[in-house]
């Protein structure tokens, strides 16, 4: 199946600094590519969605100035806290799909857990 | 905006036992679902999809699926302690990103 991969799996930060989160699509191209964030004992909740070659969409109530997304290879997508703050403390997910060889599932990152102090 | 429903548990079962999970969901457009299973501090992981109303096995599961109701289910026969995890259910749309329900959360004691 299709892999994708996140680092770092850990990250912890001294408020007010930025954190960056990478994401790759290890075997396939994905021109989309969906980041999550996760508090904990809560569901996953949709931050945004990374367009290679474009600007990513954001969900209502996402900061996209604190949240930047760069998507800029059909492989890489990125995702930058910027100035964090504790309340920014959580699990990012990212994901990505390839309806054409994998029928549409969407395959997860190992996730990135970001800690600010 | 589509919504997704699930009973939060958590689930007790027995080992051996069978673990009945539901889903409801809001929209009529969505086309397949997807059951992902979620460790305590992991990523989800796709354990099932199905695409047709009716049933689709592979191995100890079984998803339920019934468009006009818009409700999916999701069994676990032979229930097992490594089966413990939190469930998601997501409505999928070609192209969209999954919007996941809170999940529910099974416990299977030994």
């Known amino acids: 199946g299709a892999v994708v991969s996140q680092h770092p799996s850990w990250v912890i930060c001294k408020s007010g600094t930025s954190v960056k989160i990478e994401c790759r699509s290890l075997d396939f191209q994905a021109t989309t590519m969906f980041w999550y964030r996760q508090f904990p004992k809560q569901s996953l909740m949709l931050m945004a969605t990374s367009n290679e070659g474009s600007k990513a969409t954001y969900e209502q109530g996402v900061e996209k100035d604190k949240f930047l997304i760069n998507h800029a290879s059909l492989t890489l997508s990125t995702l930058t806290v910027t100035s964090a703050h504790p309340e920014d403390s959580s699990f990012y997910i990212c994901?990505?799909?390839?309806?054409?060889?994998?029928?549409?599932?969407?395959?997860f990152g190992e996730g990135s857990r970001l800690t600010v102090l | 905006q589509k919504e997704v429903e699930q009973n939060s548990g958590p689930l007790s079962v027995p080992e051996g036992a069978i673990a009945s999970l539901n889903c409801t969901y809001s929209?009529?457009?969505?086309?397949?679902f997807f059951w992902y299973r979620q460790y305590s501090g992991k990523s989800p992981e796709l354990i099932m999809s199905i695409y047709s109303n009716g049933d689709k096995e592979d191995g100890r599961f079984t998803a339920q699926l019934n468009k006009a109701s818009q409700y999916v289910s999701l069994l676990i026969r032979d229930s097992q302690p490594s089966d413990s995890a939190t469930y998601l259910c997501?409505?999928?749309?070609?192209?969209?990103?999954?919007?996941f329900g809170k999940g529910t959360t099974l416990s299977v004691s030994s």
């Open positions: 997501a409505p999928n749309q070609a192209g969209t990103a999954l919007i």
């Open positions: 929209d009529r457009v969505s086309q397949s």
């Open positions: 994901s990505a799909r390839t309806s054409a060889r994998f029928s549409g599932e969407l395959f």
